[in-house]
């Protein structure tokens, strides 16, 4: 569905993006992951040819990005686009009318979509009347309104309270289902965890990893990790590394890749004669796998 190849692009002299490489399947959840600063945004604003890359060649749908292709993606950004004193419905109106829609496809499109949002009662409401996560589902309804094969999501659950993330959560799940190919970028790694059949991992304008998470996991060959509590953390370093533990520090936690699985009391016998306040058990996530790929152990 969508191909990028090469992509770079400059501002004066810093590098936004590197040679970046991306490859979308039609129908898939796409994650794209990266800090602050690491050109989601630019590649986005690219795609929707907002902005234009010094070098690189992108494809949708196997067309180069034109007029056409515009159609047939839709964009729900970051600052949402809503009018704050109109209603559900009038934004949608507003926003359909953009894209060309008549009077009666218009008016079929926005009920069926304000009922898959979850907003059909909310239709004749003031936007700044709307929770914070219903304006997100209306910001999500605003990129579906002309029918789009491939929709765009930045940040679509960024300070949202975890009831409201679930049920963009199920509607972005729903969009799948639809066929609708979707190209989401996140800083909450368990949202990525959930949702996306492929993930690739930015870090200054290049992809640093991409997969499956099954397939992102191979970099990281340990069964489990162990998050051990300890006030002797060279003498446990020590110890584990004979075990060929490798010792990882995530943010203040002392961490050990454990090679193969163990039971827990095996676990704690070989820290036998150091002083062990608590060992907690993890599987191997992807925020781990994040920081190993983006981090420099
Ligand atoms: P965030 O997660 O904070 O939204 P991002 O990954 O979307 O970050 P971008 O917004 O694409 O990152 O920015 C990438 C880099 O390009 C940053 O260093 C930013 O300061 C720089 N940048 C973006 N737009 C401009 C501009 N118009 N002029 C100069 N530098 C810019």
Avoid at 97 to 110: A, D, H, S
Avoid at 116 to 122: F, Q, S
Avoid at 278 to 296: C, D, F, G, K, M
Wanted: hydrophobic share 40%.
């Amino acid at each position: 569905m969508l191909v990028i190849e090469n992509l770079t692009k400059s501002y004066g002299q810093i590098k936004v993006l590197q040679n970046l490489n991306l490859r979308i399947e039609s129908g898939e959840i796409y994650g794209l992951l990266g800090a602050n600063g690491a050109g989601k945004t630019t590649t986005i604003n690219i795609i929707c040819d907002l902005l234009k890359a010094d070098n690189g060649q992108i494809t949708i749908n196997h067309q180069p990005i034109s007029a056409a292709t515009k159609k047939i993606i839709g964009i729900a950004p970051q600052e949402s686009l809503l009018y704050k004193t109109l209603t559900c419905e009038e934004n949608l109106n507003f926003f359909a009318k953009i894209y060309g829609l008549n009077r009666e496809t218009r008016q079929k499109q926005i009920t069926e979509i304000l009922t898959a949002v979850g907003l059909l009662d909310r239709a004749k409401s003031p936007v700044e009347t709307l929770s914070g996560g219903m304006q997100r589902r209306l910001n999500i309804a605003v990129a579906l309104v002309h029918q789009p094969k491939l929709v765009i999501l930045d940040e679509p659950t960024t300070g949202l309270d975890i009831e409201a993330r679930y049920e963009i959560w199920e509607l972005i799940r729903q969009l799948k289902n639809q066929g609708i190919t979707i190209l989401l970028t996140t800083h909450l790694l368990d949202e990525a965890e959930r949702l996306c059949q492929k993930i690739g991992i930015l870090k200054n304008g290049r992809i640093l990893a991409e997969g499956s998470l099954n397939e992102l996991r191979a970099l990281i060959p340990a069964s489990e990790i162990v998050v051990v509590q300890t006030t002797q953390e060279k003498e446990a370093i020590a110890c584990a590394k004979q075990h060929n533990f490798t010792p990882r520090r995530y943010g203040n936690e002392l961490a050990f890749w454990l090679p193969e699985p163990l039971e827990l009391k095996e676990i704690i016998s070989l820290f036998e004669g150091i002083n062990i306040d608590s060992i907690a058990r993890q599987p191997v996530r992807l925020e781990h796998i994040y920081l190993e790929v983006t981090q420099q152990f």
